[in-house]
């Protein structure tokens, strides 16, 4: 079992910058992909970020410029840092940990940005 433990999410002013962790536990298999969705109300999940072990990245076009995605291989840790947060960025942020073909979900980090 892996389990996956967010923490960053918070209250910012848009323009502003948070930087959110997650690390998933594993003891006998090594994490893969790692990455970052969000879901806001009345929409679907969607995809922010994700990352290689190897360190390849992809992004969605909205964050393009302004999020970066970076892990620690040894901790089994990725970061997402948003800076210039806009409202739109306001969502649930979650982290999904792969290990041997199976997704794993943290609880989700609530992030709100004001205008």
């Known amino acids: 079992q892996v389990q996956v433990v967010e923490s960053g999410g918070g209250l910012v002013q848009a323009g502003g910058s948070l930087r959110l962790s997650c690390a998933a536990s594993s003891r006998i298999f090594s994490i893969n992909d790692m990455g970052w969705y969000r879901q806001a109300p009345g929409k679907q999940r969607e995809l922010v970020a994700r990352i290689t072990r190897g360190g390849s990245t992809v992004y969605a076009d909205s964050v393009k410029g302004r999020f970066t995605i970076s892990r620690d291989n040894a901790k089994n840790t990725v970061y997402l840092q948003m800076n210039s947060l806009k409202p739109e960025d306001t969502a649930v942020y979650y982290c999904?940990?792969?290990?041997?073909?199976?997704?794993?979900w943290g609880q989700g980090t609530q992030v709100t940005v004001s205008s």
């Open positions: 999904n940990a792969m290990r041997a073909g199976n997704g794993y």
